[in-house]
């Protein structure tokens, strides 16, 4: 097998150019952007198989000497708070949940940069019986992924029974003090019918949603832009139900437009990623499971941490690389254009 048949890009560089760079500590780019928002993918592993992320037998597994250990996850979170001004953390796969030692990186990170905000994105399958130990670890905040309410259309999309144990997952998690919890919805055209009772379902549990369009990200590279639903497309659908009345984002980097529903104070939001990209306001900075450093989601480029880290590098040499691999970030991706390349690894392997 290739290494990109593995899902794996070619596109590994060594050492960033820092050419034109500022004097400055922070994840500074080209185009005037500031990462701070740091997204750690600890496993490729998944408890589902989602049709528009993972293939039917799940990917090839990271050999074990691969994976970023509790420790070299713990430094390399708590240097990118302390030495290039990172203020949210979120932990994300595969399925986070699928690491035994979620609660140590957890309770590491808490231990030594408690003023930063710890997230993790699950599947929710399984959460019921961590929810707890996770919020005493130190985590703050949850956003569970969930595409529908209906069981069987459930099970078509993630190739899974598992609807029940994400409800109790969510509700554990509220239990355990993590509210509010978020919930994230991708849009495809099999669910798009059920999108009002996925919302109403939100609203009776206290849940915020937020749908997502599909990208191109699929490991089975069944993705059409002529058959993506579009966020107009689901504003029609939910407004034959509620009344919605258009309330802008969060703060300018918020990916979400947010909508009231029925005249608030609950709200959806709509992460529109491909027909109304937000890469100029993008605060991301990525880590794979296997410790490969990226500035974007769609972009092959990636700077290898793991060997870095590994080859007994201090602290300064880390956030030396880590700043230019951020320097070179490029404007952004054009998924909406006709010549648009989608990256070699899939949604699973860099961690959404
Ligand atoms: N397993 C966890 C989960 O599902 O929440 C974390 C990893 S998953 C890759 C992170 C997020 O990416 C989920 O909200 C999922 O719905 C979203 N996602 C996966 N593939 C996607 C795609 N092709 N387009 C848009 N979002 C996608
Ligand atoms: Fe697994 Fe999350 Fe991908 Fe679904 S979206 S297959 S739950 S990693």
């Not at 090839?60 to 030495?83: G, H, M, N």
Request: proline letters at 5%.
């Amino acid at each position: 097998m290739t290494l990109v048949e593995m899902g794996i890009p070619a596109v590994r560089s060594g050492r960033p150019s820092l050419d034109g760079r500022p004097e400055t500590p922070f994840l500074v780019d080209r185009f005037g952007r500031t990462a701070r928002d740091l997204r750690v993918s600890i496993t490729e592993k998944c408890s589902l198989r989602c049709t528009y992320c993972m293939p039917e037998e799940g990917l090839p597994p990271i050999p074990k000497d691969e994976l970023l250990t509790v420790e070299e996850i713990v430094r390399l979170v708590v240097l990118s708070v302390r030495e290039l001004g990172i203020q949210e953390v979120r932990f994300t796969g595969g399925e986070p949940l699928l690491r035994r030692d979620l609660e140590q990186i957890i309770a590491g990170c808490h231990a030594q940069v408690p003023e930063v905000p710890l997230a993790i994105t699950t599947n929710g399958v399984g959460l019921k019986h961590r929810a707890r130990a996770l919020a005493e670890a130190g985590l703050n905040r949850v956003n569970v992924s969930l595409d529908t309410v209906d069981r069987l259309g459930f099970a078509r999309l993630t190739r899974r029974d598992r609807l029940e144990s994400v409800f109790a997952g969510i509700r554990a998690a509220r239990d355990a003090g993590l509210a509010p919890i978020k919930v994230n919805a991708v849009l495809m055209r099999e669910t798009l019918a059920g999108a009002a009772d996925l919302l109403q379902w939100c609203l009776d549990e206290q849940c915020e949603l937020r749908f997502i369009e599909e990208m191109p990200l699929d490991a089975d590279q069944e993705w059409a832009r002529s058959n993506m639903v579009t966020a107009a497309e689901l504003l029609d659908v939910l407004g034959t139900r509620f009344d919605l009345i258009e309330a802008g984002r969060a703060d300018p980097s918020a990916p979400a437009e947010k909508w009231l529903v029925d005249g608030g104070p609950a709200t959806v939001g709509i992460i529109a990623t491909v027909t109304r990209k937000f890469c100029d306001t993008c605060d991301r900075t990525r880590l794979t499971a296997d410790g490969m450093l990226r500035s974007c989601l769609f972009s092959d480029q990636e700077y290898d941490l793991r060997a870095t880290l590994r080859s007994g590098a201090s602290d300064d040499e880390i956030a030396t690389l880590w700043r230019g691999a951020m320097w070179n970030k490029w404007a952004g991706h054009g998924i909406d254009a006709a010549d648009f390349v989608p990256p070699e690894r899939t949604m699973g392997a860099i961690g959404g």
